[in-house]
Each structure stands twice: as structure tokens, then as C-alpha cells.
């Protein structure tokens, strides 16, 4: 969006129109034409200074400077040409050698010492300051020009026609110069922003030169006055000026240009005019001088001018020093940047030579920083990505960027990935000088990105076990009550010993899903009293027959008695099974002669313990003091985390306890000790199970009534043969509907409900139930095989819960306690 109004054709001969119009009108009265000719002559040169003003927020540094520069050229035009008005009033007629002139000069040329500024390099803050006095220098030029060959004749007693014709010589010059220094700007500035602002101030100046020339002749013969339409040669370039302020685009962030590529301000450049003066000033009065006063004249201002100029250069001079010094200091505090970075940066030259690499690369590649100078970049990658250095090359040489993995190689031979971005630097003529490459140990991430794939894997099993655990559950306990039903109705001793086995073989499929289920699923933090022994042999029940099919042998030697400890259970397996992983994992890699694993558990009243060996290689001197810490692993990328262990340790540390590296009991292999606070002993299973009484006619009051909600057929007609026999009049139920309906028409002693139903859930019927008799919401019993979502919800946290596969016991057991506590 444009900040300032574009003068349009349409408004720009309108202002022509105007001014000839008003001109011509005045005609019979040459001092008031001459007054409004030269006042809307300054008025159109004060807009194009408005203009700047009022966009001068939008350009920063030199190219603020440039405009800056049109500003004041087009404030001192304007006052010489207020002046040559002043002069007009007074004599009458145009005149041309007064004061004014001088400003009216060094207005004209002004444009053209603002494109010394080259605005379209950007926008160069640092140096704002020596351009500055790069254009000074230049004024101070033009000046001297002026002042010498115009103002210093017009006070000798010489010719009014010589004089007048030097000036407009000098006049045609400088035009001529405007037009060849905006073209050189356009052609430099023809790929860049500022080719538009060029392109502007070259049509308005070209124009302009040709119409001095018909101006200049007018002036030579008299035919000029003010208001005539030999002043388009002023008009034309004051409309072009305001048309590039006004569409002149905003300054970029310094940091947005390429730094790389950004001119270094030279002395030199003041030097040449300051140079010049002297040259020219004295040079001339020894080929042409004037004689008398006008030689004392002269050597007056080239003295000045001389003094001058010295005065510059030294500001100039003192200027570079500073920026020097500045730049010195923004270049140590880069040096010191890039030394203290942990990234990896190495440059090298075209050719792949090492030429640079800072404190980082060295550390990590593992060579000195001066033997890493006098290497090659191939040398310091694998093998396997040699080729692919040229193809890096010729990848930046066309999109200026790279980025990707490389492999390095580290000078003991290890290797490790690093993402890296390589860029190039480049000379003026946009030759490649450098290659740099920022470069960041990626096996840190991969370690972390790996730990969270195991961790969307492990929250993947763990659904996938749920839904195991439920299909496996129901015909296993299919299984285990249609056993029992066998076995009360058949009383020859070899089919019931038979039975039994069949029913003891099921119990321990369940067992071993409920391990799987209490391993996969996240439970409470809360801590809880356990028998360790207890867990340890869950967990070796988890993992025995894997280890047998790699010909692992586990051997459990557990205390004899009940090993109490308050703790989280799924924490306390997570810990075992991380250890029993590693030794697992050594075993397989050193391919150890008759591997087994052995696991032992003691208790000495104060503290409890888990010990697991193993006879593989064992770890090294140099490894143990590292084997606990975050992501260390002597595993290859992708094959572990690091993070087993040191998560172990920090389990045990908030448990009270310790675990830590022991000596193996054979002297070989690894070995690791758990301890945890002993708590109070855990009761006798017998003692703490209430007395089995099974609800039967013989003993019950009278005909209890029970509801059955299951959508398996097989369960629930199992489920209701056992009541039956209890002396319970069942109703069934195998959908949420049909139980809601069920309870709608009828009350019920007990409910035993199936947690996963096809139209709903046990949760959901339990709300209904709520809904329409709340008297028998106490009463209802849940039936599954994995509990876990109950735990989250602390309206059902408290239900009773009868647990796949259950054995007749089980459910007697779950009877009494609910009508012992009903």
C-alpha cells in the first residue's frame, strides 16, 4: 500500500495548463508574472521535500540518506529560485549571476550526489555514517565548481555574455550528468526494488536534458521569461522526483539483506573530490588565469575549498576507523557466538577442504581443531556418504540451501548422525567462496523419537491385550464353570482328579492374562500393600516362556514367606521387567554358553529385596558409573532409549529404597539389587477370605431373585445355572435395553453385570439401574475380565467386582460379602 499520492498525468498537465495559463494571463503585468511563475516553480520543488518528510519513517539508513539528500537539494533549490525572483523584482529582468544562483546550482546537481548513496544495495545502517560524508565530499565538489567558474568571473569586470555562457555550459553539464548517473543506477538496480524509482528519475531527467537545450537557447537569445514553456525543463524532473518519493519502496529489516554481499565503504571515495580541488583550482590558474583580483579570488576558494575537503576526509577517515572498530567488535562477538554454540559448524573451501570448524565439531568428531584444518570434509563422514558431498555441492549452488542428515565418522571409528543446513557464501561477482555447515547431533532426538514409538507401542499392546484379555476370558470361563458344574454332579474320583487339573490349567491362563493386563494398563499411582514375592512371580510368569524360546532358563528362588512393602505395584513391575530386558538382551548379543537368569527375593525385617543375575559378559569398569544415567545405552540406534534404567532408579528412590549394581553370585555375568521398606506382614490368604457359605434352598430364607446381564449366551446361561443352584430365581438380560426393562418390572436381591455389553456398557446400565430403583444400585456385581476403567471413575471405584475366569468360590465369596454388607 502506497503512503503518498502518486501525481497522475491527468494532474500533472492540469499543474502545466495552470501554470502557462496563469502565465499567459499576467502577460501584461511581467513582474506579477514572474512572481506566480516563481513561486508555483518553488511550490512544486517544496512538495517533492513534503513528500520525503512525510515518508521518511519508511526508509532507514543509506537509503534514508539518499532521500534525505533530495531534500535538502530541492530546500536550496528553491531558495535560488525565491532569490531569483527577489533578483527579478529589483532588476526587472531575469538574472542569472546573483547569490541565488549558487543555491539553484547546487540544487540541480544535488539528485545526482544521492545516487553515489546506492540506495538499491540496501539499506547499509552501519554505513549511513561515512556515505554521508561521501555526498559532503561531493557537494563540497560541485560547489567549488560553481563557485569558480561562475561566481568568481561574474565579480570581475568582464563580459556579462561569457559568464552567462559558462553557466549554462556547467548547467548543460550537470544535466547530462543526472541522466547518466540515474541510468548507470537503473542498470545496476535492474533485478532489484529500486529499479522503479531509477527508471522514474531517469525519464524525468532525460526529458528534462532535452528541454534544457531549447531553454538554454531561449536564454542566449533573450526570448526566456518566467512563465513561458521553457520552465517544463524544471517542471517535467520536479514531477518525476515526486512521483519516485511517493512509490520509492519501504526499507527491508537490516537482517533480511545479504550480508554476505554488502559493499565495504571505501576512503577513497571521498578522497577523489577532495583531491580534485586543489587539482583543479590551481591547475587552472596556471593555464588560465584571469589576472588582478580574480586570480587572488580563485586561490582564496581553492584554499578554502582545499582546508575544506581535508576536513572531511579526516571526518571520513575517523568515521571508517569507527566503523572498523565496530565491525571488529560484532565479529568477535560472532567468533565468541560460534565457539560456544553446541552446534557443529564447519566452512570449507569449494573444494571440500576443511578451512574452519569450531570448539563443538572438534569435540564431537574427536580430532584436534588443527588437524581438522588440514582434513577434507569426506574424511570426516562415512563411507557410505562420500558421493554425496558433491551432490550437496551442486545442490546449494542452485537453491542456496541444503538441508538433511549426514552420517560422521568420529576418529575412533564411531559414527553418529547429525542434521544439518549448508548454505554458501559468495563473492560480488556470485562466485561460491565458502561452504557452511550447521550441523546438530541428532542421537540424542533419535533416542527420544524411538522412546516415544515405544511408547505409542506400548499404549497400542496395551488395547490390543484388552481385547484379548475380554475374548479369552469368556471361554475360559466357560471353561472353568462347566468344569465345576462336572464336577459336583460326578463323583468317580479319577474324573474329578481329572477335572481339577482341567480347572487348575484354566486358573493359570487367567492368571496369566491378568498379568499382562496389570503390566500394559497405567494404574493408580496410589501405593498399596504387596507381597513382593507375589509380583516377582507374576512377572516371571510373563516372561518365562519367552525366554524359553531363546533358550533362556529362569530360575526363581524366592523367600519363603510373605514379603510385605507399600508400593505401586505397576512401577515396581516395570522395574523388574526393565532389568530382566537388559539381561535378556546381553545374553542374545554375546551369545553366552547355557544363558539363564536368576531372581531371588530375601527380606530381613527392615527391608525387602529383589535380586536378578544373569551369566552373560557382565559390565565393564568403565560402564558401571554411566549404566544409570538419562539415555545412556550400549545399544544401537533404535534399539533402546537409555532410559530403562535411570527411570528404574528414580522408582526406587521415591519408594525409600535403593538399586543399585551388585557383585553376580558366580562372579560373572550382572547383576541388580531392589530394596524396599519392609511394611506390616500381609495376612494369611485364608485368613484374610471370608467363610465360603453357598446360598442354597436348605440354608436361605427364602427365593432370592437375581438378574443376569451378559450378551454371550454360553456365559450367561452358566452364570444362571450356578445361581439356580444357589436358590436364586434368575432373570436374564442380554442387552442393556432388556435389563433396563428387566428392572423396570421387577426388584432384585443382586445383578451381576457383564462390564462390556453389545448395546452399551455395564457403567451405563448401572446408570440406568440408578435411574429407576436406586434401592437396588448397592446390589450390583461386575463381571470381567479387566477392571481397569472402573478405577477412573470414583461412583463405581467401590462396586464389587467378580473377575474373569471365577471358579464357584469365587462367586459364593462375592454373595456373602454382598449380602453381608447389604
Known sequence: MLESPIPSLAFCGLYVVVYLATAAALSPWPMARSITSDGLLALLSLSVVAVVIRRRKAWDGVQRLFWDMFAVSQVLWAVGEIGFMYGEILDGRPSWVRWHTMFSLCG?????????????????????????????????????????FVMVPSLLPASREQVESVLLTLVQTHRLLLVAGFAAGYWFARDAEWRRVYQTILIGTSAGFVLRILTNRAIASGAYYSGSIY????????????????????????SSENLARLPAPSPLTSAVPVLAIPAIGYGLLWLSPLGGAGDSFRVLLTTICTAGGLGLLTLRLSVQSSELHRADEHLKLLAAAVEQTGDLI??????SRIEHANEAASRALGYPRAQLTSMSLPEVLDASQHDLVDQIGAHVRAHGIWRGTLQHRRADGRTFPASSTVVALRSEDGAVTHFVGVQRDSTEELRLRDQLVNSERLSAVGELVAGVAHEINNPLQTIVGCVELLMEENRDTAVVRDLQMVRQEAARAGQIVRNLLAFVRRGSPD???????????????LREFHLAQRGVTLTLDLAPTRLPVVA??????????????????????????HPRITIRTHG??????????????????????????????TKEVGEGTGLGLSISIGIARAHGGALELC?????????????????APVPSETAALPAVTPVTPANGAAMRRALVVEDEVPIRQLVVRLLERRGYSVVEAASRGSARDAVINGSFDVVLCDLRLADGSGTEVVEDIRAVRPDISRRIIFVTGDASGLASDPDLADMPVLPKPFTSSDLDRALNALMASA
Open 663 to 679: 557383585d553376580p553370585p558366580g562372579g560373572t555375568g550382572a547383576c541388580f539389587r531392589l530394596t524396599i521398606p519392609a511394611a
Open 346 to 351: 564447519i566452512i570449507t573451501t569449494p573444494d
Open 604 to 633: 530381613d525385617g527392615a527391608m525387602h529385596s529383589v535380586q536378578i543375575s544373569d551369566n552373560g559378559p557382565g559390565i565393564s569398569q568403565e560402564l558401571k558409573g554411566r549404566i544409570f544415567e538419562p539415555f545412556f545405552t
Open 568 to 593: 505401586n505395584r505397576d512401577e515396581i513391575q516395570q522395574i523388574i521387567i526393565n532389568i530382566l530386558l537388559n539381561g535378556e538382551h546381553a545374553l542374545q548379543a554375546s551369545g553366552t554358553a
Open 231 to 254: 520552465d517544463l525543463a524544471w517542471i517535467v524532473p520536479f514531477f518525476a522526483y515526486l512521483a519516485a518519493a511517493a512509490t520509492a519502496p519501504r526499507s527491508p529489516a537490516e
Open 527 to 541: 501405593r498399596k500393600l504387596i507381597d513382593l514375592n507375589e509380583v516377582v512371580r507374576a512377572m516371571a510368569d
Open 108 to 148: 540541480g546537481i544535488g539528485p545526482m550526489i544521492a545516487v553515489i548513496a546506492r540506495p538499491d544495495r540496501g539499506v547499509r545502517k552501519s554505513a549511513t555514517g561515512a556515505v554521508a560524508v561521501d555526498l559532503a565530499s561531493y557537494g563540497l565538489l560541485a560547489a567549488f565548481i560553481y563557485a569558480y
